[in-house]
């Protein structure tokens, strides 16, 4: 019950039905974690709420972005690869590398990774693994640049912080943006990359308002509006 104490304490640092700028809702959430006290580097989390019908394939909303700060997690990057490619893949910092011996090990119930890459010649390989990597969302596909000749760039792109968005049930698009132990200008800005890529992301069939509601939030904090009109600057 101290835990429900906490968050009833922060809680009361913020105005429900106030929207606050994104700088001032950052400060807030920073505020209200340290008067937390908690023992962890909490992750600061962004949900949008989207005007689109997810269930309609002309108003899917899926994609890549590079933070600018990184997200503050260590990535551990699965490459499906070849000979050269492979020793690039290896020397970008790829944590394993493999081809069919991978997708055996994978299938043994290896799963000590959180970002799979592949070469195209080897999706031959890596489609048999679909009912292992699809539920955890993590099938390589060439949209997302996770199927490319181009491995080593897709590693050193998954180190450096490119997270994956989409949308899900009720068109909610949710994001880790960094540690609570990143300054408030690092943050900001991650932010603003998140929902620029967003805003970008916007499919051809969607009409009226794309982005209803914007949100962040500590991992064990209260989520704090944020002012639309300072996100639409952002973006």
Do not use: C, W
């Amino acid at each position: 019950m101290a835990q429900g104490k906490k968050f009833r304490k922060i809680s009361a640092n913020v105005d429900r039905k106030q929207a606050y700028a994104l700088d001032a809702a950052v400060k807030l959430i920073k505020k209200s974690s340290v008067e937390a006290k908690r023992k962890f580097d909490e992750t600061i989390e962004i949900a949008m709420n989207l005007g689109i019908d997810p269930k309609l394939s002309d108003q899917a909303v899926r994609g890549m972005v590079q933070l600018p700060h990184g997200t503050g997690k260590t990535v551990r990057v699965a490459v499906f690869a070849k000979a050269d490619k492979a020793d690039a893949a290896k020397a970008a910092g790829a944590d394993i590398v493999g081809a069919d011996d991978l997708a055996e090990k994978i299938m043994a119930g290896f799963a000590e990774f959180d970002r799979v890459i592949a070469t195209p010649d080897m999706m031959g390989v890596v489609g048999k693994l679909g009912k292992v990597l699809g539920p955890r969302g993590l099938m390589p596909n060439p949209k997302l640049g996770t199927v490319t000749p181009n491995v080593a760039d897709a590693v050193k792109a998954a180190k450096a912080g490119s997270i994956e968005f989409r949308a899900e049930k009720g068109g909610i698009v949710h994001a880790g943006v960094g540690k609570l132990s990143f300054s408030e200008q690092a943050l900001v800005e991650n932010i603003r990359a998140f929902v620029h890529a967003i805003a970008k992301a916007r499919p051809n069939g969607v009409k009226g308002t794309y982005i209803n509601r914007v949100s962040l939030s500590s991992t064990m904090g209260p989520g704090v509006k944020v002012d639309m009109t300072t996100l639409t600057e952002a973006a």
